[in-house]
């Protein structure tokens, strides 16, 4: 039996605040991400996908750092952030 708890599990993203929600769809592929800007100052400048940290979700160093850039474009710094996303379908 695996010894993982999903990020739900870890840290109480209830106390995390309000956030933004925004959805993607392709063919049969879904993310869903939540964009928490109230998150406790611990939580600030994380970003999870499918309940990991994205640097050992993606293996792949692009992928990661594609994952911030609709940040850079809106203005908002990652360190200010708490991002959450949730993917179903396709590939990584």
Partial sequence: ???KKSISEKIDLTKAGQYHYGLG???TSTARARVYFDA???LKGKI???DQEVKSYFT???YAVN???PLDI???KKSDVLISIKTSGGGK
Avoid: F, L, Q
């Fill in 40 to 42: 406790p100052k611990e």
């Fill in 67 to 69: 994952t911030v850039k």
């Fill in 48 to 50: 999870y996908v499918n």
């Fill in 1 to 3: 039996m695996s010894d």
């Fill in 25 to 27: 769809r392709r063919k």
């Fill in 60 to 62: 792949i160093t692009g």
């Fill in 74 to 76: 809106a203005g908002v």
